[in-house]
């Protein structure tokens, strides 16, 4: 399985999100990308972003302040 890793520790919201965006439209279905966020919100929208753009939430990882997601593209 193909994963590509994004670091977004230290942004706030909106900028994980979107840039995750940016990233996913760059990989073919089925490619996996994992994201480390250190925004408190970022569970929330990462989980919103998948619902929405039908992507498949693998894994929320959380510990301490950093969480990292994992998405795989549809």
């Given at each position: 399985?193909?994963?590509?890793?994004?670091?977004m520790s230290g942004?706030?919201?909106?900028?994980?999100?979107l840039k995750t965006k940016k990233?996913?439209?760059?990989l073919e279905p089925g490619m996996v990308l994992e994201v480390t966020t250190t925004d408190p919100g970022a569970v929330a929208d990462f989980q919103?972003?998948?619902e929405q753009d039908g992507l498949e939430l693998l894994d929320?990882?959380?510990n301490d302040?950093?969480?990292v997601h994992i998405l795989k593209k549809a």
């Open positions: 399985m193909d994963t590509t890793k994004l670091d942004l706030l919201c909106p900028l994980p999100v990233a996913l439209r760059g919103c972003l998948a929320q990882i959380q302040d950093v969480c």
